[in-house]
């Protein structure tokens, strides 16, 4: 039975002289930090090179949403992005596999063109569907090299004999208090609380090696004072949870460093859903991982790294290696573990991840700041690694020969040029505006129910019934159009009362007649909306057109200028201007609005909030409780996720007083506004 080791620190690692150096075959060097121009391709990215953020000797997997490379993606295998909304690399893909990137089968019409180098394969039946989230991946550029492979090896450390040995140590900064070392050591037992061990390297290195570590507090730190290396090995480890370990050198307090990284939730260019503040600023504050290496993890161990906040090199002999919780940590990781993994909201590693065995995992929206060395690499839950971007990358053009011209007898007049006509700007809402702020009901809820049934409970009481219920918010799937239509229709029919009124179907969506979301689209066409549209399709919606759904449907006209760069050319800016001047919509940056982006359901609950009056109301019951995810039989909002409080707020009823309603929200799996009669289990 191999050992499992929970370790809930995290630390970081760089390679030392007993662990292998990389020794690539040409194919890699031919490409990492080379010009553009070498491989027949043009960038304008400011330092002119490729910059391989992935080098996978096996498979690279993007799959899913949102999932983001900044820098380019260098495979031996195959290269499978999958079909998910948002899904971006800022590079080129080099594979050694040539393939198909378009939705055909070879012998089923592709022709040449449709060809690209690298496997770059969109969905399992190779076919584009209209409510897929995403039917074109946003990438530069890719190149077919059947020469790539690389050679690259994991030599496992050996812990150092040291002829000093302390058999138990206590090191307690509160009782008995601290302990400094300054020379080798080896621990038979260490126990630390506080800032309860002390490294001084003023007069050279420091070797410490630990049979068993264990921390007895939630602040246990161990401090390196000089100038001068630690090498750290912890044979054994025992831990109890929500406890973090600060391991780092002197005068760096990593623990008042919350407030340099509050606020992150994704680091994409531009990142989503909300402005963040630099990653850079937490990581400057760490100093020099390099002083610092810990090595940690025997063969069959399986290591578990959470919350920690350091600046070190870390070295791992494990089978298994996981980052997460929420860490932050600058440095390498060099390891032979089979599987590697990041994973986590606000899990953010800046530095080298050196793991040639390893199938790794880039999950849960978890952020790499650097470069990915691995055997496979799997991409996927808003995961990202964020390395230098290949922006702009393109094929060479061969310049066509220019022919000489005919001489003339005569100059040719010059046309006389017209005037430019002044652009027609799109349509306005038109009408009063309405207010649907400060209803009481509910109006966005889950999918259908995943399960519905009655269940015995047996309690000290003699038991009882009980509704064991699954729902889904699916706050990362796109919000489609119809979506939209039928939550603005519920908003007015509960503000207005107006749930007996009939809208026309026009012809341009004769097709939805009869579908749940009919009505909603009737609406939105009677103010206008889809005017000059010659067919209304359903499916996703861009960030762009969300507004404008909005706009008309409220009839809002109130506009403002804004700093947004990317929304000139849009043809939805002047209801992107409405909705920011109204507050209900922001962008990702003062500059950036991402009109073209695919909105998912979080986003839209965001915004949502802003429109209805919930973004500052409290998640308090009638009787008192806090209301959660369980409250609604909610299984998909995780407890630590950005957008669960957002997502309740949304989908709860409030009271006169502004206290949920959980009754009124019970009795409605879905909302009885919209007929889902089938649905409702009071």
Known sequence: MKKSKIISWLLAASMLAVTAVPAFAAAPSAYDGQPYESVGYTSDDPDGEINLAVIANGKVDIVGDAMYIKGSVYSNDTIYVGNGAGNKVDGLF????????????????????????????????????????????????????????????????EIPEIANTVDNQVANQYYPGAVTIDKDTHFGTLEIQG?????DTTNGDVNVVVDTLNFRAGDAEILVKGENKVNFYVVDSNTFDNFNLSFHAEDIDVWNLEGAYAGFYNYKEPPSWQPVNPVETYFEGLGNPD??????????????????????????????????????????????????????????????????????????????????????????????????????????????????????????????????PEPTLPPLPSGSEIDISGGGYAYIFGYEPDKIQMIWVDDEEGGHTDWDIEV?????????????AAMIMRMIDQSYDTKNANYAVTPNMAQHAGTWYERGLAYLASKGTFDGIESVDVGPVTRGEVAKLVAFGLNLTDTTETTFTDIENSPYKQYIEI???????????????????????????????????????????????????????????????????????????????????VDTRLSNIRNILDHYDSQNIA
């Not at 922001?586 to 802003?610: K, L, Q, V, W, Y």
Request: aromatic letters at 10%.
């Open 579 to 661: 909705m920011n001047a109204y507050g209900y919509m922001n962008g990702d940056s003062d500059t950036e609005f991402a009109p073209d982006r695919i909105m998912n359901r979080a986003e839209f609950c965001s915004m949502f909030n802003n429109i209805i009056g919930r973004t500052d109301m409290g998640l308090e019951a009638q009787d008192g409780s806090i209301v959660t995810p369980d409250t609604y039989y909610l299984v998909d909002l995780p407890d630590d996720a950005w957008y669960t409080d957002i997502m309740l707020k949304a989908t709860s009823a409030y009271d006169e007083y502004g206290y949920v309603d």
């Open 472 to 484: 889904r918010m699916a706050p990362t799937d796109a919000v489609t159009r119809e979506q939209v």
């Open 94 to 157: 080099i594979s050694g596999v040539k393939g198909m990137w378009d939705y055909k089968t070879p012998g089923d019409g592709a022709t040449e063109d449709q060809y690209r180098y690298g496997y770059i394969h969109v969905d399992d039946d190779h076919q584009m569907t209209t409510n897929a989230y995403s039917t074109t991946l946003d990438y530069e550029g890719a190149i077919l090299d059947t020469e790539t492979s690389f050679d690259y090896a994991y030599t496992p450390y």
């Open 195 to 199: 800032k309860g061990l002390i490294i």
């Open 291 to 420: 002083q610092i290496n810990l090595y940690l993890g025997e063969a069959g161990d399986s290591i578990v790294l959470n919350g920690g906040r350091v600046a070190m090199n870390l070295y791992s002999n494990a089978d298994s290696f996981k980052i997460g919780g929420s860490a932050r940590v600058k440095g390498v990781l060099t390891t032979g573990a089979a599987n590697v993994i990041m994973d986590g909201e606000g899990t953010y590693f800046e530095g080298q991840i050196v793991a040639p065995n390893a199938e790794t995992l880039v999950s849960g929206s978890a952020t790499v700041l650097g470069q990915v060395i691995t055997d496979t690499l799997t991409n996927n839950g808003a995961g990202q690694i964020v390395y230098k971007a290949d922006t702009a990358a393109t094929k060479t053009a061969t310049p066509e020969p220019v022919a000489t011209p005919e001489p003339t007898e005569e100059p040719t007049p010059e046309p006389t040029e017209e005037p430019t």
